[in-house]
């Protein structure tokens, strides 16, 4: 049975599917300074200067978006573009947002292997790690500023990094236990628990759905509909764990190609609280446990995410291009690496769509649901812990170069031997820090100059 017009929505809202394309072609050009730049270079492009949608219906989207593992960024423009031109326009939108990043973190990283032991080269990845440092401990200062509220959020955030620093407990089991805790914390009344999260837009006049090109109310494509989500649904789930189920057969499960595209499959399930949060779990295990990539090398590849557009989380691909370039198999490493470099970007941002696809029709049902809000506000606590334990992490590996561990029983401490500190890094890193929260320089800025400055060391000492 067909759903009756709403009158309240454009029956053409006059985008062409043409113009679409170079629209969200450019918002993908542009998606710089991680999430929150991305966020409002889509709000302004989007609402305040195309006037697709309304102010409300862009903050809902981004809320539910906020609600996923994943890239939120990309995912909003998934969710717009599916909302503007079905579900074409939401896979279009999604693609061309991660097109540049993709490319561009797989040039610098056959760079890196190429002509990762010239000094200019060097001394480039030298400067961004040090200023990633600073960017990190900037994240942490601002995610916690806006979650940890009250003291038990600041508990939350405590306990995770403890758990994760001192422990090594697996990142998923802490979203995990915070969310229950959450959970339980709302559904007892505790006010501790409700922490409203705002996502700031442009100031100013605000554009109201009613006077956007889409109009005020809900598309007929856009209504749940059971037999089109199991679609959708069985389609992407197919796209997503296909690949790796097929590698898995022919190869066996000791293949790198296997280990890659299990592992960044469950990446793409519990990457709640972005990037930085991941970055965590993701270090630990590929570099402990797989041993694709060295502790330094982490920080090289979040410098390249830093510095070219797209979500941070392709700093993934380049681990994956690593790990298969050291482990090539039969092939050719430039080969095996490119393979693996796509695995990864395929398995990380399938699931996004399947998010999107299968869920927005439905997000009404998740408005103003406090336990839901309660379990949400716990774990983004709980990120915050996890992003202070990646501080902690990337600072020991850069700023020392020796690093002990203290072993008793579950506890398991990485701690620096304090006479063997770098100093060029702790200065560049300091630098960077006085740059970002002094100075409030961009982050784009600070990873240049700190590149330069890094670049110009090498050359000085030879």
Request: aromatic share 10%; charged share 10%; with cysteine.
């Amino acid at each position: 049975m067909t759903a009756p017009a709403n009158p309240d929505v454009r029956q053409d809202h006059g985008v062409s599917f043409g113009e679409a394309l170079r629209v969200w072609a450019r918002v993908a050009a542009l998606s710089f300074g991680g999430p929150a730049g991305q966020i409002a270079v889509m709000h302004r492009i989007i609402v305040d200067e195309k006037r697709w949608i309304g102010e409300s219906r862009f903050l809902h989207a981004l809320n539910y978006c906020m609600l996923l593992p994943g890239p939120e960024a990309q995912q909003l423009a998934v969710y717009i573009g599916w909302l503007m031109h079905r579900t074409r326009g939401g896979l279009v939108a999604g693609l061309l947002f991660i097109l540049p990043g993709f490319l561009s973190i797989l040039a610098l990283s056959y760079v890196y292997v190429i002509f990762g032991d010239a000094q200019v080269v060097e001394g480039l990845f030298f400067g961004l790690k040090a200023a990633v440092l600073a960017v990190v401990v900037q994240a942490v200062v601002r995610i916690g500023s806006r979650a940890l509220v009250n003291p038990v959020m600041v508990a939350i955030a405590a306990g995770a990094f403890v758990a994760i620093f001192a422990f090594k407990v697996p990142f998923p089991l802490i979203i995990l236990v915070a969310a229950i805790i959450g959970y339980a914390g709302s559904r007892s009344g505790s006010r501790l628990f409700r922490t409203a999260s705002s996502h700031a837009a442009a100031r100013g006049a605000v554009l109201q759905d009613r006077d956007s090109l889409l109009g005020e109310g809900t598309p007929a494509h856009a209504r749940p509909n059971l037999l089109w989500s199991l679609k959708i649904s069985a389609a992407l789930l197919a796209l997503w764990l296909g690949p790796v189920a097929l590698i898995a057969f022919f190869t066996g499960g000791g293949n790198v190609f296997t280990e890659i595209g299990t592992f960044f499959s469950k990446m793409a399930v519990v990457t709640f609280g972005g990037a930085y949060a991941v970055l965590a779990y993701v270090a630990q295990e590929a570099v402990q446990h797989y041993g694709w990539l060295r502790p330094g090398e982490m920080l090289d590849g979040l410098g390249m995410a830093e510095t070219t557009p797209g979500p941070l989380i392709m700093v993934l691909q380049f681990v994956g291009f690593l790990g298969a370039y050291r482990a090539p198999g039969g092939l050719d490493p430039m080969v095996a690496a490119t393979l693996a470099a796509i695995l990864t970007t395929w398995v990380t941002f399938v699931p996004c769509f399947l998010w999107i696809f299968l869920g927005a029709p439905f997000i009404e049902r998740l408005r103003g649901n406090v336990a839901l809000s309660g379990a949400l506000s716990a774990i983004t606590a709980a990120v915050v812990g996890v992003i202070l334990n990646l501080a902690a992490w990337f600072a020991i590996h850069t700023l020392f170069a020796r690093v002990t561990v203290l072993a008793i029983g579950p506890l398991h401490l990485e701690l620096p031997v304090l006479a063997t500190v770098v100093l060029p890094s702790a200065l560049l890193a300091v630098a960077a820090a006085f740059a970002l929260f002094r100075l409030k320089a961009s982050v784009l800025l600070t990873l240049g100059l700190a590149a330069l400055a890094g670049i110009g060391w090498r050359l000085l000492a030879g």
